[in-house]
Nanobody, 115 residues
Framework: QVRLVESGGGLVQAGGSLRLSCVFSRSISVIAIMGWYRQAPGKQRELVAAITGAGSTNYADSVKGRFTIARDIAKNTVYLQMNGLKPENTAVYYC?????????WGQGTQVTVSS
């Protein structure tokens, strides 16, 4: 079964850090792009960060300088290091990629930032 499994969410105080992990059930070495999205209550899902097969990255303006996306090809894992967390970063964070023409989503991991 092709799937993405996220972990690492939790409750943290404002200014704190979390590292999210996303494990893919296939090799990520052939993946064109993987991304982290988030969805806050009552809001649309939005792109937070993405990394291409060549290792290029891009970020939402709101997280630039605080969040870092990285990957470990040997572990088929993509990470999202989140520093300087703010209450407005509270959301369910999802991992996403495409595999053989199918859009693959993980189940999500909850991140809650208290003020």
């Amino acid at each position: 079964q092709v799937r993405l499994v996220e972990s690492g969410g939790g409750l943290v105080q404002a200014g704190g850090s979390l590292r999210l992990s996303c494990v893919f059930s296939r090799s990520i070495s052939v993946i064109a792009i993987m991304g982290w999205y988030r969805q806050a209550p009552g809001k649309q899902r939005e792109l937070v960060a993405a990394i291409t097969g060549a290792g290029s990255t891009n970020y939402a303006d709101s997280v630039k300088g605080r969040f870092t996306i990285a990957r470990d090809i040997a572990k088929n894992t993509v990470y999202l290091q989140m520093n300087g967390l703010k209450p407005e970063n509270t959301a369910v964070y999802y991992c996403n990629t495409a595999w053989l023409g199918n859009n693959i989503w993980g189940q999500g991991t909850q991140v809650t930032v208290s003020s």
